[in-house]
């Protein structure tokens, strides 16, 4: 549907238009601020939003195929854009690119193109496209770097904590809840943890109950989140020490971006129009799409895709066509 905003104020608007992804109009960029880093007219009125797509002016559609439309949209401001009112119409984008990258140098691979699960899907025309039908949770950081229930926390970026503390004779180390609330701040990532492992005995904790931790193996595990982790922590036995209590799989960065953006259903149900640039052709599977994807992940350490919203797509198209028959 139109979104209609009406300007009432005097002066610039406060909106940077570029170009849209199919050429056919102008989209919002950006909004400027007075120097004072006040809001402009367009933002004040809270129902323009960056990506959307300029559709009317006056009453006049500024949409056209082959650039047609961004003519139509800078023509109609020079003509109309210092009256008021000034009504502006807006409808979402269908188009959507975007670019994943793997994570950092210093931090184990997390997620990539294996997140995605793709089907094909029969649109009104007839033809075949590859849709994303779901996503798939992968390994947290903690599983990849082959942490186990039973391990126990000694260091956070260097820091002892937990039974990591009495081995360094440090009695005034951070308490549980002062950890997890190290662990769950994002102004602590990227962050190293040291886990602990006793060696091969009958049981994880010596004769006392107490966990043995200048016989334990020692290894290190990075993250750029609390939520690639995939660790619950808990006290152990004795109140000093955290120990793992479970291992989960987690949301992947593709998923999270995807969610991120606000796109309909999460990007669900969207459809792949190109990757890397590279239109996909009628006949192209979800293995032949996912191969692609997976191949520029391994070799480029990025992908790029450009998805689309169908009904969208076709609810523009009925616009266009509407208003050339008039």
Not at 31 to 45: C, P
Not at 204 to 213: L, M
């Amino acid at each position: 549907s139109v979104s209609m905003v009406e300007i009432l104020e005097e002066g610039d608007i406060g909106v940077e238009f570029a170009p849209s992804l199919d050429g056919c109009g102008l989209i919002v960029k950006s909004f400027f601020k007075t120097e004072g880093g006040s809001d402009l007219a367009a933002e004040k009125t809270g129902q323009i939003h960056v990506g959307d797509v300029l559709s009317y002016i006056n009453g006049k559609l500024v949409l056209g195929e082959n650039g047609k439309g961004m003519q139509l949209a800078m023509s109609r401001f020079e003509e109309e854009g210092e009256k008021r009112p000034l009504t502006l119409g807006f409808i979402k984008p269908y188009l959507f690119s975007e670019v994943f990258s793997k994570p950092s140098a210093g931090v184990a691979e997390f997620g990539g193109p294996s997140e995605l699960v793709l089907a094909p899907k029969k649109v009104p025309s007839g033809v075949t496209k590859i849709m994303l039908q779901k996503f798939k949770n992968v390994d947290g950081m903690g599983e990849q770097g082959g942490v186990l229930i039973g391990d126990q926390l000694f260091f956070v970026n260097g820091t002892p904590v937990g039974a990591g503390c009495r081995l360094y004779q440090n009695f005034n180390g951070p308490s549980f809840d002062e950890v997890m609330g190290i662990l769950e701040d994002p102004g602590s990532y990227p962050v190293a943890l040291t886990f602990a492992r006793p060696g091969q005995v009958s049981n994880r904790w010596n004769a006392t109950n107490e966990f043995d931790a200048k016989a334990a193996a020692t290894f290190c595990v990075t993250a750029e989140a609390y939520a690639e982790l995939g660790c619950a922590f808990d006290m152990g036995p004795n109140d000093d020490e955290i120990v793992v209590m479970g291992v989960n799989a987690v949301s992947g960065p593709v998923q999270n971006q995807l969610k991120s953006r606000g796109l309909t259903r999460n990007g669900l149900g969207l459809c792949v129009e190109s990757v890397n640039g590279q239109i996909i052709p009628s006949y192209a599977t979800p293995d032949i799409v996912m191969s692609a994807l997976e191949r520029s992940w391994k070799t480029d350490s990025h992908f790029e895709v450009l998805l689309y919203n169908e009904t969208r797509k076709d609810w523009m198209k009925k616009l266009l066509e509407s208003d050339s028959s008039e």
